[in-house]
């Protein structure tokens, strides 16, 4: 279930290219609802989906490889305008009679460009700047019908139109930041050649979402699981706005959370929106099942296991529940199916949903990114400490124990994390770092205090930036700030005598410890 029906689309095909999310997320930065689908659609289903205009996206082939991706050429006959970016501009051109050369040479970074006057896609905007680019074929003559429309000392034909036939391609790439006037072409080619209207709105893309989860939820009755996590917290509020009362959300508290996490569910769910919460506290039964576990993977296995049996037991006991909401977003929608990335790390999405049950599933933000969810959750007021939150794995505190997890340790880590997080905040660095927080290892290291020597836990201080997880790097925190944090932490934690700070980056490391 989607909020999309009638509202005009661009559809961004991906011919492998590490931008097309980038270049769906800048067309909806413009206000138009944008999709990617793969190289592979066919025209038919083009057709279906109406949409107003088509962007090809890049790709790391090139036109002249044997089984390269490419599209029907009808793609370019429909009528629909189109914007070919990089390889998507060299396979218009290929396809519709221009020359693509394999030039051997690439052509990478920041570029000076010089447009042409009386251009759709360089209108208004300064004829000479820099642009990105990333290629190493080119352009070298656009098809009959095009004009070349900008050029770079490598490049010939850097962007070509044909404004008859709608038709328009850039050797550059306008969605990246590197790109200083990207956004202001894209908008020439959504709005001036494409005519497309700034309609998709955070307010409309409220309402329709809230229409749509009346329609299909009508008077029956839904339950949420709430992680404490910005998804499934917008996905609640947007859902307690169209359902009301027939909406029961369930928290369960497994102890392993940071401090004070708990309490602000309970806070602003249940006084501030008013909305139904089961709060289950199950913290025994978790530690119960820890107990004597030290690996990892047994750790992430017996926490997502108990999980689920909680849930269910909670979800049997509720009469006549259909509908069960889930806080998936787009990226997860796009890769499903495609990824076959070898197991790292098995991520139980904790604080998710059993494996089979009898649901029909609620997904009010599968058509989402996360920073359009956090514009989401802004904008339906939900407290900023929510909708700011860093990424926290499911499995919690007990992948940052290193060994076994005891109540004891538990609240050794949650007082050291607890500093982390108040003086990230406090020196303004929350926003700007990807995770911060506090792991406890396993081993005790001599110390001394006042004139007693101590064997006491050290505390590891892990702060990266990253900007999707897959790769991060170790934040080059102030000196000063790292000097609080193990004052703080050292002084007002008992049990530990030392703080270490990791610097290391992923890969090869990983960003938890476990
Ligand atoms: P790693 O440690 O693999 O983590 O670099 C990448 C991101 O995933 C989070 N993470 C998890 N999330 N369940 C989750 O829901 C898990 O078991 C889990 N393990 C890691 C981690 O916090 C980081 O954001």
């Known amino acids: 279930m989607g909020q999309k029906d009638d509202l005009q689309t661009v559809l961004v095909i991906d011919f492998g290219a590490q931008y097309a999310q980038l270049i769906a997320r800048r067309v909806r930065e413009c206000k138009v609802y944008s999709e990617i689908v793969p190289y592979d659609i066919s025209i038919e289903e083009i057709k279906r989906r109406e949409p107003v205009a088509l962007i090809l996206s890049g790709g790391p082939a090139s036109v002249y490889v044997k089984g390269a991706p490419s599209c029907d050429e009808e793609t370019f006959k429909l009528g629909i ?39 759709i896609l360089f ?28 050029r770079t000392e490598v490049c010939p034909v850097a962007a070509m139109e044909n404004d008859d036939a709608k038709l328009y391609g850039v050797q550059f790439h306008p969605e990246v930041v590197h790109t200083p006037f990207g956004m202001d072409i894209l908008k020439n080619f959504l709005f001036k050649a494409a005519s497309c209207s700034p309609t998709w709105t955070m307010v409309s893309i409220i309402e329709k979402s809230i229409e749509d989860i009346k329609r299909v939820v009508g008077d029956g009755r839904v339950i949420c699981g709430l992680s404490g996590g910005v998804d499934s917290a917008v996905a609640a509020v947007l859902v307690h706005k169209a359902v009301g009362d027939n909406l029961t959300c369930v928290f369960v508290d497994h102890g392993l959370l940071r401090r004070g996490e708990a309490e602000q569910v309970e806070e602003t769910f249940r006084k501030h929106f008013k909305i139904n919460l089961v709060y289950i506290k199950a913290q025994d039964r978790f530690l119960k099942k820890l107990k004597g576990v030290t690996d990892p993977e047994r750790k992430r296995v017996f926490i997502g296991e108990e999980f689920i049996r909680v849930f269910e037991e909670f979800a049997r006991s509720l009469k006549g529940v259909k509908f069960l909401v889930q806080g998936t977003l787009y990226p997860d929608v796009i890769e499903s199916g495609t990824r076959d990335a070898a197991k790292i790390k098995t991520h139980h999405n904790v604080g998710g949903i059993p494996m089979k049950h009898d649901f029909e599933l609620i997904e009010p933000l599968r058509l989402l990114f996360k920073d359009e969810v956090r514009a989401m959750g802004e904008e339906l007021g939900l407290p900023e400490e929510i909708v700011w939150r860093q990424p926290f794995p499911g499995p919690g505190l007990a992948i940052r124990i290193i060994g076994e997890v005891t109540s004891e340790r538990l609240e050794i880590l949650r007082q050291a994390d607890s500093i982390v997080e108040e003086e990230i ?37 892990r702060t990266v930036t990253s900007e999707d997880a897959m790769t991060a790097d170790w934040a080059r925190l102030p000196h000063e700030v790292l000097e609080t944090i193990s004052n703080r932490i050292i002084n007002e934690v008992p049990g530990v005598n030392r703080v270490v700070y990791d610097i290391s980056s992923k890969p090869p490391s990983t960003i938890e410890w476990e």
Request: positive net charge; hydrophobic residues 40%.
């Open 81 to 119: 305008p189109v914007l070919g970016i990089c390889y998507g501009a060299q396979l218009m051109a290929h396809s519709m009679g221009g020359e693509v050369a394999r030039t051997g040479i690439s052509e990478y970074g920041k570029t000076k460009l010089t447009a042409g006057e009386d251009t």
């Open 123 to 150: 209108d208004g905007l300064p004829l000479k700047q820099n642009v990105w680019m990333s290629h190493r074929d080119l352009v070298k003559s656009p098809p009959p019908g095009f004009k070349a429309a900008a």
């Open 425 to 461: 905040k406090r020196a303004g660095l929350y926003k700007k770092l990807w995770q911060s927080f506090a792991v406890l290892p396993c081993v005790r290291t001599v110390g001394v205090m006042g004139d007693e020597r101590t064997y006491f836990y050290p505390i590891v201080v």
